[in-house]
DNA sequence: TCTATGTAGATGCAAATGCATTTATATGGA
DNA sequence: TCCATATAAATGCATTTGCATCTACATAGA
């Protein structure tokens, strides 16, 4: 076990980071409930999907981009599918897979999130940073991606 | 229902966000899963508990230093005290509550855990960005903080 | 004092999540 | 061709979370 012990600055990054996005995401999910609107989980997959247009994706292709582990798609899939908001296509030359493909009630449904969550991003970053402050913020945070990009 | 855009700017400073602090926590979570440790927010409360010392905290007090909802923290209280890491004492002069107060075997606890955190932030952010930028990513952070401070 | 209201904390029940495993199909050798 | 291994997706079961409520005590006002 090697132990290491990280820098003040660090820790205190750390710490607003944590403490910060927690709180974004309470706020924005507070409102989202209060507009009777489902989780930002759903806003995710719809938005991947409705960008994916009408060739639709496989379930393991959404796995990294929304960062829910595999069986977190498949239950979250089976959902928006019950709900009327994806609909699931048997893939041709793969037959243990599907295409998930969004439909026009799952992009109204998008729709409606984005009213709510984006009005939230605007309140909560947009009126709180000026443009500059938000790019170097994004270009701090880029930086700590995983896994790096680059070599 | 008042619709406002955000900015650009706004949407991918959100996105890097989201992205990037589900990261560091999924990383995080798994060091600590990987050390047979219990999760982050054990940590949380351990560490409120012992910067609180022998005086202790009521467990309303850990609701806004830890960001969990009442019933969170009564249950994690509740599972702490069952591995003997807290311990709750009635307080004298209000019979419907009580201050909790971290145990040796917490303090402890609270060491190996920040042995394998304390590495994790390390790696995750003091090896990527340098400390002037740890400090400005803070600072642009804290301007994010709910409720804003100051007016 | 009695009553109404407020606050601290716990909990029953339903929903969501994590983990391990299962089912079904694909693929690359021997 | 057959088998071993790998990948896609789903699911059973236990744990955790969220929501609403409940219990117990506190406090302020009539």
Redesign the interface.
Same mark, same amino acid.
Not at 16 to 27: A, G, H, N, P, T
Not at 121 to 126: D, K, Q, S
């Given at each position: 076990? /090697?132990? =290491?012990?990280?820098?003040p600055?660090?820790?205190?990054?750390?710490a607003?980071?944590?403490?910060?996005?927690?709180?974004?995401?309470?706020?924005t999910e507070d409102a989202l409930k209060a507009?009777g609107l489902p989780p930002l989980a759903w806003y995710d997959v719809l938005h991947e999907l409705a960008e994916a247009g009408e060739s639709g994706l496989r379930p393991f292709e959404l796995i990294d981009r929304v960062?829910l582990a595999q069986y977190g798609v498949s239950r979250l899939l089976a959902r928006l599918e019950a709900e009327g908001l994806v609909e699931k296509l048997p893939v041709s030359d793969d037959g243990r897979g599907q295409t998930v493909r969004i439909t026009p009630n799952g992009r109204d449904m998008r729709r409606r999130i984005w009213?709510v969550y984006? /009005?939230s991003?605007?309140?909560?970053?947009?009126d709180?940073?000026s443009?500059e402050?938000?790019?170097?913020?994004?270009a701090?945070?880029? =930086?700590? =991606?995983?896994p790096?990009v680059g070599t």
């Open positions: 076990m /090697t132990k =290491r012990s990280p820098s600055e660090a820790v205190s990054a750390w607003r980071l944590m403490r910060v996005s927690r709180q974004l995401v309470e706020k507009g960062l009213a984006g /009005t991003i605007a309140e909560l970053m947009g709180r940073l443009a402050e938000l790019k170097a913020l994004a701090l945070l880029a =930086r700590l =991606r995983h790096p």
